[in-house]
Every structure is written in C-alpha cells, then in structure tokens.
C-alpha cells in the first residue's frame, strides 16, 4: 500500500464544481448519490463502441489499448483504475487515473500535464518533510535500503543523522520535476523519504502548516470562481441602475433560465464525467470522441426545443405565474436573446470534460481569465456606452458564451501541449453521433434530477420574493449575489481541504488528516467573520453599487444583517462539506443538505414571509431567516460529523477501496 499523495485541487475542482444559481456552485455531484459497478460502466462503454470504424478500432490498438475493464493483473488496472484511497474512489468519474500516482514521473513516458501533477504532488511533499525537519536525501553509492536514511535519530530534533555505511547528497524540496525537466533521481528521492518518514511515525503536521498549505492551494481556486461568479454579477451591476423592474427582470430570467437551460446542459453533460476518463483511461481515444460528439448532438437536440418555448410561450407562462408584467417582459427579454448564447455554453461545458478526461484542467481557467473581463467591459459598453439599455445584457452574456466556446476550442486545437487532445477527436458523421443515444440518456436522467434538485433549492428563494413584489425581487437580486459572491471563498477552501485530507487519508496518516479538518474550520470560520463583518458595516454601500432605487437600498439594508449572521453558517457548509468530501463520506452531505432545505429552510421561509406573524409578515427577511435556519442545521451537522469521525477507520476504508481496484 503506498503511502504517497495522490490528488490535486484541480481535479477535485473539476469533480465538484457545477455552477448553479447566480453563479453559486454547489457542494455536491450526483455521483456522490448514484453509483454504477464496473460491468454496467464497461457494458455501456461496449455498446456505445458502435458505429467505430475499424481503421480507428485498430489505430487505438496500435496506440496501446485494452479492454475495458481488464482483469486484476493487468496494467491497465494499476496504472488507470487505482485512486489508492480517497473521497472520491467511488466517483466513476475521478477512478480513472492517467499515471500511476505514487511513482515518480519519467519524462520519456508522461505527459506534460501529468509531470505537473507529479510535480504538485511531490511538491506537497516536500515541504511537509522540510517543516519536520526532515532531510530529502539521496543515496549517491546505492549500497543501502533507503529505511537506513531513519537508522539513527537525534533526540532534541528527531532528524536522522547521518550514516556512516553511504554518502547521501541533500536536495532541495523544490528541486523536482518541473514543465521541461523530470529529475527522476531527485523525485525518487522525496518519495523514498517521505515512505520511510510515514512508515516511521516521524511525519506531524501542526495547525500552522495547514493553515499556510489549505490557504495557499485555495487562492488560485477562489480567483477563478470569483472570475467564474463575475459572469453573473457584471449582468446585474449593468442593468440595476436602470430600474428596479430591469433588476427583478434579470433576475427572474436567470432563475428560469438555470432551471431549464443551465442545469439541463450539468445533467446531460454529467454522463461525459463517468464515460470519458474510463474510456481514455483504456487508451480508446476514438471512442472519447464518439462519445463527446454524441452527448454535443443530444443536447443541442434538447436544448433547441427548450429554446424555442423560451421564445413561444415564456411570457404567457411567467405573466400567469409572476405578479408583476414588467418583470415578466424583461425576464422573456432576457430568455430570447440568451438563446443565442446557449449553443456556446454546451459546447464549453462538453469541451471542459472532453479535455478534463485527458488530464487537462486548466484550459477552462484560462478562457474564464480573458472571457471574464471581456464580458464586464461588454455589458457596461451595450447596456451604457451604446445606450442599449436591458436588452444589452443578455447580449453580453450571449457573446461571453460563444466566446468561452471559441477560446476552448482554440485550445483544443491549438495547444502545444504534450497530450494532443485532438488524438481523441474523430471524424463527425451524422449517421455514427445520432445513435446509441440509449446509455447517456440512462446515465443522465438521474444526475439531471439531482442537479435541478440542488438547483431549485436556491432558485426557490427568489421565485417566492417575486410574489412580495418587484421592490423585494430587486432587493433579493443582491442580496443573493452579495451571497454567491462571498460563498466562493469558503468554496475554494473547501476544495482545497478536501484534498489536502484525501491525501493523509490515502497516506495512512490519520492524526495529520484530523488536524487538517480543524484547520480548515479555523481558517474559514476567519473569513467568514470578516465577510460577517462587510455586510453589517457595509450594507448601505453595498446595496447603492447595485441600484439607485432608495426603496430596494433600504429593504435590501434590512435583509442584510440576516445575511451577516448567514455567513457564519454558510462558510462551515461549504468547508465541512468538502472536509466529508475528503473523508470519503460525502454522502452524509448531501442528504442533510437535501433534508434541511427542503423539509426545514424553505417551508420556513414560506411561512415567516407570509404568514409570521400574522398581523406583520417577515417578507424578505423571513425568507432569508428561513434559509439561515437551514443552513445552521447543515452547518452544525456536517461540522459534528467531520471532527467526530474515525480517523482510523477512515484510514481503513480508504485502504480498502484502493484494493478493491
């Protein structure tokens, strides 16, 4: 059993995110609820293996590969199924792996891509034997067993001393496989210290060391999901100065549109992440192509049809539904004109997995850096400069979308990237993508019920506000942006302590595994009381970025404290749910995520904004005391369960999963 690192945050970003309401992402994935054994995984894959050609049949072959699925003795067992123990071992879409995670990377046989996930990995390494004291050293004569580098320990320090038997040159822990250059030696090295450390006893860690590692992989994750956020929030800055009914127009708009655009597209394309890694996993490049084209075609297929009722008979639904025709006209406003946009969002989404299964995770990162931008400086030009008002909006929004399409498949196909991503395209035909559609339709229509199900857990909210009036909408637009927008770093710390507790986990270090849960508490519970803290002190300011309406700054610097008082909770949902995440007991999560919204927050938003007390209604403020109810009740929960868990036991559940691959 190896006792090495084995995750990355950028694949456990990859696995968790699916942006939902107002750009907040939720905690968790449908496979955290939905499992599928191999032989239902590798009958799905044979079936959908038709309409291959044999010339490609045969390339792949050549290419070195296997069946799917191969007996325990294979290679392509230990290198591609093997998730040596983690949260995510379960997760038909993180177990297929694209190098061996414990071996050191030799730069004739990896990838770029897979050299800088080594290099990650050893790089975490590494500093946690420099923060023990313990030396990385390599064995110049190779007449001794590396457990000989621990023979003899200085008591004050507990760093091995020197033998006598070898020579041993130190390396710097920074010295190690990089973009161009993979030191095998040096990465050996680090590998052998750190085994020998962990099988020892010598390697601790500190709440300090958790708090430096947890904080420095959770700002790059924080950046990008504020960038990813910012998409969202540039609409609404844009159009809230116009009037309060443009603010609840957009709004209304995209709610609806999450509920049958944006969650429909994370359902279908949720088939992608249990098809494709297994797949490319078994060196069938061209069947990951099939399988992309097909999934494209399937939703393009349903999405048109939701776009054209967007178009035909949005604005008789939502009048009948929605108080205010105002509002209304401008939600359909919006829904007509992003339909434009929606071909380019599928094909980003489809595109992000297509690249993800291959071991590439940062292309959709780098398009969100320059779309991002690019998509503030069009709303303000359409909606202001040009005087387009409303309608520039969703324009904006709509270019962003093709644009994020066009970016990644420049990428694509462009990228001087090692992997080649366009190994895995094959040649598109109408007669091979408009078949077998059976297995990805079987796959998705249980993840799609799930994610619709977390997404109208925060849609609801603002559907129930539109029946206070078009003041409370506009006022919930920021409110629940305000919200969204600190969420994400709570988000990112949760990933990123995920992994850092997957991977003690998965190293059989389960005292370094706890302190790292309390660590990432105590970090978040900081940011929290500062995002506390903004939204007391702040409220006023906050609300007149949004809107010059003095009516909605005022409901809204009401509302707030609630919203203050919801940070402190909201913070440890998200980290506590990746901390279960990281344990492997996601599942936990999950249900009482889904119990107290639906059973306990909404029905008490209901009831505290329109019926308590019953001579003066809470309105808003109700709803939002609802949602803090709920939110209290998944926050001390998951926290219980997190700090109260076996460690040890953990320890073995993560050994057994990676010995059942």
Known sequence: MTHQFTHTTSERRASTAIVGSVGRPGLFVPQDFIKYNK???????????????????????????????????????????????????????????????????????????????????????????????????????????TTSLYSSTNNSTGVAERSNAAEYNYISPNNICTDRVCDLENDEAIVESWDAAVKMGKLKTTVAIELKSISRSSIPLVITFLLQNSLSVCSILAVGHISSEA????????????????????????????????????????LVGIIFQRCVVLIFTIMSLVCLSWWFFAERILINFLPDPKSANYATQYLKVNSFGIPGYILFETGKRFLQCQGIFDASTYVL?????????????????????????????????????????????????????????????????????GELVKLSIPNLIMIVSEFLSFELMTLLSSYLGTKPLAAQSILATMASLTYQIPYGVS?????????????????????????????????????CSIFLFGKGFIASIFTNDEEVI??????????????????????SAGCLRGQGLQRIGGYVNLFSYYIVGLPLAAFFAFSWPAAHPMGLSGLWAGSTVALI??????????????????????IRRSNSY
Not at 370 to 394: D, E, K, Q, R, S
Not at 496 to 516: D, K, M
Not at 554 to 575: H, K
């Open 39 to 145: 032989d239902q995984i590798g009958s799905a894959l044979t079936s959908l293996e038709d309409g291959l050609d044999p010339d490609e049949l045969e390339q792949d072959e050549l290419e070195g590969g296997y069946p799917l699925y191969a007996d325990e003795g294979n290679d392509s067992t230990n290198d591609n199924g093997n998730d040596n123990g983690n949260g995510n071992d379960d997760d038909p879409s993180m177990s297929s792996r694209l190098l061996t995670p414990h071996r050191p990377c030799h730069s004739n046989s990896f990838s770029n891509a897979n050299s800088r996930r080594q290099s990650f990995l050893l790089s975490e390494e590494a500093a946690l034997l420099k923060a023990n004291r313990i030396p990385i050293r390599r064995l110049s004569t190779g007449l001794e067993n």
């Open 247 to 286: 603010l609840a127009g957009i709004t209304l708009g995209s709610m609806t549109c999450n509920i049958t655009a944006i969650a429909t597209i994370a359902g279908l394309a949720s088939s992608l992440d249990t098809f494709l890694p297994q797949a490319y996993g078994a060196k069938k490049y061209h």
């Open 369 to 437: 850096f320059v779309c991002a931008p690019l998509n503030a400086l069009m709303n303000y030009t359409l909606v202001w400069v040009m005087g387009l008002g409303f309608i520039g909006a969703p324009i904006a929004v709509s270019i962003t979308y093709t644009l994020m399409a066009v970016g990644l498949y420049l990428y694509t196909t462009r990228t001087r990237n090692q992997i080649n991503p366009m190994k895995c395209w094959t040649k598109f035909e109408i007669s091979r993508v408009c078949r077998n559609w």
């Open 495 to 531: 990933i990123g302590a995920g992994t850092r507790i997957a991977n003690f986990l998965g190293a059989q270090l389960p005292e370094s595994a706890f302190i790292a849960c309390k660590s990432s508490f105590i970090f978040t519970l900081v940011i929290a009381t500062l995002n």
């Open 554 to 575: 005022e409901l809204s610097s009401r509302v707030f404290p609630w919203l203050a008082f919801m940070q402190i909770f909201d913070a440890l949902n998200s980290t």
């Open 633 to 654: 009740i998944i926050g001390c929960v998951q926290s219980y369960c997190v700090l109260n868990a076996n460690f040890d036991q953990l320890v073995d559940d993560a």
